[in-house]
């Protein structure tokens, strides 16, 4: 398990306790799943595997237990449900809400789901709320508003995410951000609630993670609650007590389970237990102290009490055992089991004859370590010089595959390329002095094993990464570079040994210049095939490497880390947690340097990168399609500059444009692209986004300075200085801008700033019809009128809305246009909204509502920021599926394609709304549907975009290409376009390890 400290215990947090699959009907798709006429169903993540193994092992197929097998330890714990209540009655309605303190709940049948979620996927494996107690407090209006707002702050961690998004949180983090937020301030204030209420509180209060820098963290929660519990006496036996048995069970009950999570902590995270093991006498957890619970849930919290006590002399033993291991006390049968692995590995291959280099390289680690154990064993010495008499004894086929490479048709020299022969002068072939594998020992004179990483980082390939081989300088030189070379033909190929006088740069110096092409585009067909390394054994030595850059703490593999950042629900990419393709480890770099070294790795050991930024994207631009690593930005959030005279500012890629506006608006000044949100600079950098404001101030390709960018090979550039025109060179700064992380990794953007208007009005106009809608823009612009914003939103988006009830006002279900005026002075903005109420008086306006209080402008805005969550929130089931896409077309066709676009999704009977900036003739799509009508809803968007193309548009106004839209840039711009494109992605990336395959093509299409 890996665990970041930083965020206090993030996959602590997701112990045992969190179920990431929790998927509705997962009780029946298990119970298909046990039958032989359905295939088996992927399983999901429950906790540490060590941990659960514990308790699995006995389960036998086709018994209906709640908790599922994990096979021999690799695999994982599935479809994790129980029934919470049996009665019908709901759950919010058994709590007052006039209430003091609960005024502000979320809505009762939200109440209900998180009640529900809390029970049916924390409680089934963290029983330390009295279930009956809990609800018969909520039965008679007894129950501690603080415990209710914990269990509902936990809920949010594990419930589905169209529960937050009714509640009206874009993110997970932000409803665990709110609920925590007012469960927190609850226990600060609550002089009512009893000690074990406010015990249970302080506990489930320590799964938030969101502020790992506060006083009050993870470990403050945690240490709170058990010290609580301690000067309250319930680490103290009660045999001797008067107290009733259902009273003693409900005290077992709860230090138990404090006291598993106290040990799973302090072994997580390597601090020390709070709870002193010398210093309790409570008796043992049984099964009969928790016999309200389902019997399988009762077993596993007693035996999780058992494993954790066991736990820490299982710790100490191995603890102890390695402070005194030297390679004397180093079994034998391990030596011998190493003879078998290294057997195994020069035997694999294809070849009938294995190639003595082959051998080399597959065994070469083997051979190091046997290294280490000669001067004990004997037997160690004899295995080494067992293989190297293998080697020695293929030299001669070696020499022979030397001269077939030398007349080989693929290996034609360029100008300037060298011979082998040349190349033999300056290093000595690894096979030419046998003494150097029978001299025990590791000497300075001993080059055989001497590795200089540092040295070699970004030249050779990842399997020799270590600088102890050159592969085939002659062949590289001639073909241009390893990616070009063709690795199916061994022979083409000699590994030699570096001479230890000559220094790297000395041999780059003698690797010639590549060939260069005759075309200046690059066509898929003439595009090599990806070689990417994703085996497991590269991407484990990648993470050590990872972990000694960036911390251990920054580095993740935890399943729901790489569920979260392999998709999401709401993006128009076929994606489920089920079917989902996740990255092998994520990352958090917090500088530019990390960043650096991180692409230095990757780019040496040909690991694929996804960038991740936000995760708002909707096109598939952060699918981790080829796995390898996900790099999150995350933690790169700090605003490094702000330059308030020259109204601009550095930031880092991880901050939210929403936090940087609020973090310029004491100064007046605001940043103007304004997307979805959560979104982050680094991916509206990648996604070349706009939003609400574009008729007025433009896209971020208008408001971005310079970058500052590492290259798939982790160079470090900067695309422009601070002046506001340059004309010094390419256009780098815009060639990044929209190329969704494909060409490199954005780690700060120097971004201009705009003084904020100090008079702003809002005005909302509704109409008979879309057309008259459209039309109406076209002749507000056309008259020359400075708008700030204009927005549409058809009846079915404002029907969606009002159903949804996200926002306070009830809105006429009909074409609706909203406008934003902004101006130095109050009467130009008037001025300006009169002007545009007259002409869409023109266009058959039904109304036309002004507001320039700032109150009464959030609101009339609201309905707008809202479109997305209301849409969602008409799911008739919840797996339903929403597609939101966008074209864009010149501003005189736009009444018609929206009309075109209006026409087709009636027709096609699928529920979808029309919603857009169309101030600069942008509009989106939101289409509703269940899975079995995705090609319905993909027939729309297909002809949606052919219609866009043919009116001289574009089949993506703000929301980028990513995977969904590739194939559509022909079409719009043309073959030799798109080849030029990739002959640009091949110059900057030619190992396509950035994003591959996104924005175009690099393979054909399976």
């Not at 700060?748 to 904020?756: D, G, I, N, P």
């Not at 101006?823 to 306006?845: C, E, M, P, W, Y």
Request: proline share 5%; aromatic share 8%.
């Amino acid at each position: 398990m890996i665990v970041d400290s930083d965020r206090s215990m993030v996959s602590a947090s997701r112990g045992p306790e969190q179920r990431v699959d929790a998927t509705p009907g997962a009780a029946s798709s298990s119970a298909q799943a046990s039958s032989p006429s359905q295939p088996p169903t992927q399983p999901s993540v429950v906790g540490e595997s060590w941990y659960a193994s514990y308790v699995m092992r006995g389960y036998t197929p086709g018994h209906s237990s709640v908790h599922r097998p994990i096979g021999e330890c690799s695999e994982t714990v599935q479809d994790v449900t129980c029934t919470t209540r049996t009665n019908d009655t709901p759950i919010s309605s058994l709590q007052p809400r006039d209430k003091p303190g609960l005024s502000d709940l979320p809505r009762p049948e939200l109440v209900d789901a998180l009640i529900k979620a809390y029970f049916d996927r924390f409680h089934t494996f963290c029983p330390i709320l009295d279930r009956k107690a809990f609800f018969a407090s909520l039965h008679d209006g007894t129950a501690s508003v603080t415990l209710l707002r914990s269990v509902l702050f936990v809920a949010s961690l594990h419930c589905d995410l169209e529960v937050l998004h009714r509640m009206g949180q874009s993110t997970r983090l932000d409803a665990n951000h709110k609920l925590f937020t007012d469960a927190s301030a609850s226990f600060d204030m609550d002089g009512d609630s009893s000690r074990v209420d406010m015990i249970l509180s302080s506990y489930l209060l320590h799964y938030w993670f969101g502020n790992p820098t506060a006083y009050r963290d993870c470990h403050w929660w945690i240490a709170a609650a058990i010290r609580s519990a301690q000067c309250t006496g319930y680490h103290r036996s009660t045999a001797n007590s008067q107290m009733p048995s259902d009273q003693r069970s409900r005290w077992k009950r709860i230090w138990w389970c404090l006291y598993v999570r106290d040990r799973q902590i302090a072994i997580s995270t390597g601090t020390p237990m709070v709870i002193n093991d010398m210093d309790y006498d409570v008796e043992e957890l049984v099964v009969e102290d928790l016999s309200d619970e389902p019997r399988e849930t009762a077993q596993y919290i007693v035996a999780q009490v058992k494993l954790n006590k066991a736990a820490k002399k299982i710790f100490d033993l191995v603890e102890n055992s390695l402070l005194y291991w030297t390679p004397e006390h180093f079994p034998m049968i391990y030596v011998s089991a190493l003879f078998s692995a290294m057997m195994a590995l020069a035997v694999d291959g294809n070849t009938a004859v294995p190639k003595g280099d082959q051998i080399f390289g597959k065994i070469r680690r083997g051979l190091l370590a046997l290294k280490q154990f000669e001067p004990v064993y004997n037997l160690a010495r004899w295995i080494r010089n067992f293989f190297m008499d293998i080697i020695k004894r293929s030299e001669q086929e070696g020499r022979a595959h030397e001269q077939e490479r030398a007349a080989s048709p693929h290996v034609e020299p360029s100008e300037g390329s060298i011979h082998p022969e040349e190349v033999t002068h300056s290093l000595s072939v690894i096979h030419g002095d046998p003494a150097s594998y029978t001299t025990p020992g590791i000497g300075l004179e001993d080059t055989t094993f001497m590795i200089d990483s540092e040295d070699a980082a970004g030249f050779w390939p990842d399997y020799m990464a270590n600088g102890l081989y050159l592969l085939g300088l002659a062949t590289i030189g001639a073909a241009g570079s390893f990616s070009t070379i063709d690795w199916s033909r061994s022979t083409l190929f000699n590994y030699f040994s570096v001479d230890d006088t000559r220094s790297m740069e000395d041999i780059r110096k003698i690797v010639p210049h590549a060939r260069r092409t005759r075309s200046s585009t690059q066509s898929l067909e003439s595009t090599g095939k990806i070689d990417h390394d994703t085996s497991p054994a590269n991407i484990q030595a990648a993470c050590k490497e990872f972990a000694a850059l960036l911390g251990p703490e920054n580095v993740s593999t935890d399943q729901a880390d790489l569920i979260t950042h392999s998709g999401s629900d709401y993006q128009s990419y076929a994606w489920t947690e089920e079917t989902a393709v996740c990255s092998h480890v994520i990352v958090y770099p917090e500088t530019t340097e990390q960043v650096s070294e991180l692409m230095k790795v990757c780019s040496r050991r040909q690991i694929p990168v996804t960038p991740y930024s936000g995760g708002t994207s909707i096109e598939g631009q952060y699918i981790p399609h080829f796995q390898g690593i996900c790099v999150d930005f995350s933690r790169m959030s700090r605003i490094v500059e702000l330059n308030k005279d020259d109204l601009d500012c550095v930031v880092q890629p991880g901050i939210g444009w929403m936090d940087l506006n609020e973090e310029l608006a004491p100064h007046g000044l605001f940043f103007p692209p304004d997307p979805g949100p959560g979104a982050m600079i680094g991916g509206m950098v990648g996604t070349g986004c706009s939003g609400t404001n574009a008729a007025a101030y433009g896209t971020m390709k208008d408001w971005v300075l310079s970058l500052t960018v590492v290259l798939a090979d982790g160079t470090v550039i900067k695309t422009r200085q601070r002046a506001r025109k340059s004309s010094a060179g390419y256009d780098l700064t815009r060639t990044f801008i929209g190329s969704e992380g494909t060409l490199g990794l954005v780690t700060e953007a120097t971004l201009k700033l705009a003084v904020k208007p100090p008079c702003e009005a809002v005005a909302v106009c509704t109409f008979p019809s879309l057309r008259d809608a459209a039309s109406a823009v076209r002749d507000v612009l056309s008259a020359g009128i400075q708008v700030a914003a204009v927005e549409i939103l058809d009846e079915v988006q404002m029907k969606s809305i009002n159903d949804s009830a996200l926002t306070t006002i009830k809105w006429k279900e009909e074409p609706t246009l909203f406008f934003k005026f902004s101006g130095s002075d109050d009467f130009i903005v008037q001025h300006l909204a009169k002007q545009v109420g007259g002409i869409t008086q023109q266009n058959r306006s039904t109304a036309y509502t002004f507001a320039s209080d700032e109150n009464e402008r959030n609101e009339l805005w609201s309905a707008r920021k809202n479109a997305l969550w209301s849409m969602i929130a008409m799911k008739k089931s919840p797996t339903d599926k929403v597609w939101t896409t966008d074209v864009a077309v010149p501003m005189s066709r736009l009444p018609d394609i929206i009309e075109f676009a209006k026409a087709d999704i009636e027709k096609s009977g699928l529920l979808g709304s029309i919603v857009g900036h169309v101030g600069d003739g942008n509009f989106h799509t939101l289409l509703l549907f269940p899975e079995d009508k995705r090609h319905v809803a993909e027939d729309i968007v297909h002809r949606m975009v052919d219609k866009a193309i043919e009116m001289k548009g574009t089949a993506t106004g703000e929301h980028g290409v990513g995977l969904v839209k590739r194939d559509y840039l022909e079409k719009e711009l043309g073959k030799e376009t798109v080849d030029a494109m990739r002959s640009m992605k091949n110059a900057f990336d030619p190992m396509c390890i950035l994003n591959c395959d996104k924005v175009i093509r690099m393979q054909a299409a399976s």
